[in-house]
């Protein structure tokens, strides 16, 4: 696959990333550091043509020789949009990374990035409004008790402090316990629903 016009992005502590153009598109290409231990990038590129499948992740494209190839994203980082949000894109994209969060948790995966993901939510404009979109799934494992929904919950009862600022009133307690009611119960669609519907 000719990649072209590369330019290096970011180095990781797994991968390093570069930037280029493919068919005329901007995209990422993204290979193992030669500095890390474990080589991830087959997994993040196995993991990302099945999440896109749900509409999770930026566009797989390819991988060969070792590199993943995929969509590059153009958007800000979750917390840098949340300062200048709108009530209704700052619902919008909280709702979307639930339902993101959601649909991994049922495939039985779990982003283990999740912890901290302010790096790894990306909000863009389409034209539809906003679009939030997960990246980086390098560490993502199969596991019969996934939690992404749950830790996304401690995350956005953190974000409480933002998304005041775009007008959205958190309840950050609740939050957290339909997050924990969720899972304990079994991934429960209703929980689910309810937690979703504070960001009506």
């Not at 990422?28 to 087959?42: F, Y």
């Not at 494992?141 to 959205?168: D, F, H, M, W």
């Amino acid at each position: 696959m000719d990649v072209e016009r590369e330019e290096y992005l970011a180095r990781g502590k797994r991968g390093i990333a570069y930037t280029g153009f493919l068919d005329g598109r901007k995209v990422l290409v993204k290979e193992h550091n030669p500095a890390a231990e474990v080589n991830t990038i087959r997994n993040e590129a196995l993991m990302l043509r099945e999440l896109n499948e749900r509409g999770v992740g930026p566009r797989f494209i390819a991988y060969e020789g070792g590199r993943l190839v995929r969509e590059f994203v153009d958007g800000e980082r979750i917390e840098d949009f949340l300062e200048h949000a709108t009530i209704a894109e700052a619902k919008a994209v909280v709702r979307q990374v639930l339902e993101q969060c959601r649909a991994m948790d049922l495939l039985g995966v779990n982003k283990l990035e999740m912890t901290r993901p302010y790096k790894h939510i990306l909000v863009r404009r389409v034209k539809s409004g906003v679009e939030a979109v997960m990246i980086d799934f390098e560490r993502c494992k199969r596991t019969e008790k996934p939690k992404n929904v749950t830790q996304a919950c401690q995350y956005i009862a953190r974000l409480q402090p933002l998304l005041s600022v775009a007008g959205v009133d958190v309840d950050a307690e609740r939050v957290k316990g339909l997050g924990a009611r969720y899972k304990r119960q079994g991934y429960d669609e209703k929980a689910f629903k309810e937690l979703k519907g504070l960001f009506r």
